[in-house]
């Protein structure tokens, strides 16, 4: 007799007894539904994680942060300046690992005024790199050029919001002019407006409301010349992260003059915290799915043993005409299996619709559940595992039976 | 073909022993048609287990085909089991949610041949029994004469050299019964070996040999042969 007849037979079997078999197969269903489901809820918040740290730079963006100086060079801090625009000359020329490398002057909530229309926003202070380092799009007009910079040129990209709170609609506003703090700027381009919706709301919307500036303007206007809050860089291959942090560190050594104020750190570690939440999201999945796994694979153990009960002289009759142990404990094994791969069946399908009714009584856009076929493969796996194991016992107390004391068996 | 000689089976019960066989020899030679009777508990069933290979003698050697049975482990037991001996049982036991044609098939699943016997194997010995016509049918659907025909068919359908049947008509009315019988006796005629245990001395007679069993022990033999 071989599995697949064994397959088949117990195929038969579960059909023969509907109610009992779908009894038995309830922990295997919920277990293989919730499995699948919560692999879907898990993937789709690990893509919007994945989502938003890509569209933040990725792991190429490496930053320069300002730290303590340590103990033993306390005495002679002073005679490091701190983050300046001379650091990011010396990267742009001596740190040949980075594509691009930009400053950030972060200039808070200025008032802005253009006609009668008054308005809020962040003013930061850039360079024409910050655009390629912070994965920033342009939808109308350009994003602030080199000669901006160096010339500190009164130039302004805006956000959607500033867009649509602060300027006639339907009209490219690039070539308008406004005032920020009392100076008056020229725009020269609009932003792509920046959507990532999650539980009813823009997540990323605080992007929409940024004005960027050149940055030597933003020193001028609101701090001293040379004072930067913030220096990126792009590396231009990530295989090479670590030389380019100490590329850096070097660099900056010489322009701080040999004290350690600051600190190079890449998104490594953010990435690793993305990936341990990812790691312990799927952890605590699979126990659940575990849980009712066995749960469920208890169930069909039940069944087995209730069947064999009933069928002892069916097992004398068998070995009688010839089944070996081996024979008695495949068949018992593979109707089994095909108990927990219908129950693994039902249990993706019902998983389909749980997602399918999840997704159409939630707003919009609130959950994103992403089924896919290595969740499927995985219950369906689960499925076929515990069939086995939850046979194992059963089909191995049917394949012992000794034939005569079966077949004399009442 | 079969040779059994000084079989010994014995039971534990507890702390005493039971020996249902207690110093059996017999021979079987290809074409006997052998009853054995005896009174109930005499060790007629266990002789027909240790023949069939379906249980191990405490002691004594069984001989099938030249070959000797003892030293076989289960699934060589079982395996030549399915290759050499057919049974019938009193009770028919036939699988109740087969049908006729699966049941007749049953020991061809086992029977590790190249060529396992086929639904026209099946049809052809459900024919030569009277019951080819039900081969679509469940055992219950079937009186009790024909479920035994069926069963013979399952006895038959691996062409054994031995068909071993215990007690095959005690669940039977009188009118099937001679019809079994007669149908036993007429695949004697054909050239099938049976063994036939029995109570009742008119299934005796119809056999050509028989022996006579009491406390485990052969007290009577007639082989005429
Ligand atoms: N599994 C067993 N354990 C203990 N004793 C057993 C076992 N099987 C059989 N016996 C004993 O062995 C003896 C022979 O039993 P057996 O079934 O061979 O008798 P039988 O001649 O077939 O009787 P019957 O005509 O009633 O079927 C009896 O005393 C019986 O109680
Ligand atoms: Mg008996």
Do not use: C
Not at chain 1, 246 to 261: K, M, P
Not at chain 1, 279 to 305: D, H, P, Q, R
Not at chain 1, 332 to 358: K, Q, R, W, Y
């Amino acid at each position: 007799m071989n599995f697949f007849s064994g397959l088949l037979n117990g195929f038969q079997e579960a059909w023969e007894n509907k109610f009992r078999s779908l009894l038995s197969m309830m922990g295997i269903i919920l277990g293989v539904a919730s499995l699948v489901a919560m692999m879907g809820v898990a993937e789709g918040l690990i893509r919007d994680f994945r989502a938003i740290f890509e569209r933040s730079g990725g792991i190429e963006r490496v930053s320069i942060d300002q730290t303590k100086v340590p103990e033993w060079q306390k005495t002679r801090a002073s005679i490091s300046s701190k983050r300046t625009l001379r650091d990011l000359d010396a990267i742009l020329d001596n740190v040949t690992l980075a594509d691009y490398a930009t400053a950030q002057f972060n200039a808070n909530w200025k008032e802005m005024i253009y006609g009668n229309r008054k308005y809020w926003s962040q003013i930061t202070g850039v360079t024409t790199d910050y655009q390629p380092v912070f994965n920033v799009e342009v939808a109308d007009g350009r994003f602030i050029a080199d000669i901006d910079v160096h010339e500190a040129q009164r130039v302004a990209v805006i956000g959607t919001n500033v867009l649509e709170n602060m300027f006639p609609k339907d009209v490219s506003p690039v070539g308008l002019s406004f005032n920020i703090a009392g100076l008056p700027y020229r725009i020269v381009g609009v932003l792509k407006k920046q959507m990532y919706i999650r539980g009813g709301r823009n997540i990323l919307d605080r992007l929409n409301q940024v004005v960027y500036i050149p940055v030597t303007a933003a020193q001028s206007q609101f701090g001293k010349l040379d004072e930067v809050h913030g220096i990126y860089l792009k590396a231009n291959n990530v295989a090479y992260l670590s030389e380019l942090v100490s590329q850096t560190e070097n660099t900056l050594l010489a322009t701080h003059r040999g004290i350690h104020d600051i600190e190079v750190k890449t998104r490594e570690e953010d990435l690793i915290e993305l990936k341990k939440n990812e790691a312990g999201f799927k952890y605590s999945i699979g126990s659940l799915a575990i849980i009712s796994l066995i749960i469920g694979g208890i169930g069909i153990t039940n069944v087995m043993l209730a069947s064999i009960n009933e069928r002892i002289r069916e097992i004398g009759v068998r070995k009688a005409v010839g089944a070996r142990s081996s024979d008695v404990f495949l068949q018992f094994i593979a109707e089994s299996i095909s108990i927990s791969l219908i129950g693994g069946v039902l249990g993706i399908l019902f998983s389909f619709a749980l997602v399918n009714v999840v997704m159409s009584i939630m707003p919009p856009n609130t959950v994103n559940i992403i089924l896919t076929t290595e969740a499927f493969l995985l219950g369906f796996g689960a499925s076929v595992f515990t069939g086995v194991v939850s046979g194992i016992y059963p089909a191995f107390k049917a394949a012992k039976l000794d034939p005569i004391t079966a077949l004399r068996y009442e | 073909m079969l040779i059994l000689s000084k079989a010994v089976k014995e039971y534990k019960m507890g702390d005493s022993l039971v020996r249902a066989l207690n110093g059996v020899d017999l021979e079987i030679r290809k074409g006997d048609f052998l009853a054995i009777v005896g009174s109930s508990g005499s060790g007629k069933s266990t002789l027909m287990h240790a023949l069939g290979l379906m249980d191990t003698l405490t002691s004594g050697t069984l001989h099938v085909n030249e070959q000797e049975t003892s030293k076989l482990n289960s699934a060589q037991r079982a395996t030549l089991r399915s290759q050499e001996i057919g049974f019938v049982f009193q009770t028919f036991n036939l699988l109740p949610r087969l049908t006729i044609e699966n049941n007749v098939l049953l020991p061809a699943q086992y029977s590790r041949r190249a060529h396992p016997a086929k639904l026209p194997d099946a049809i052809a010995v459900l024919e030569r029994v009277g019951m080819a016509h039900r081969i679509g049918h469940k055992p219950n659907e079937l009186s009790g004469g024909e479920r035994q025909r069926v069963s013979i068919a399952r006895a038959l359908i691996n062409k054994p050299s031995l068909i071993l049947a215990d007690e095959p008509t005690g669940n039977l009315d009188s009118q099937n019964m001679v019809n079994i019988l007669k149908l036993f006796t007429d695949l004697n005629a054909e050239g099938q070996t049976i063994i036939i245990v029995t109570h009742d001395p008119d299934v005796a007679k119809n056999a050509r040999n028989f022996i006579r069993m009491r406390d485990g022990q052969i007290i009577e033999t007639d082989l005429k042969r």
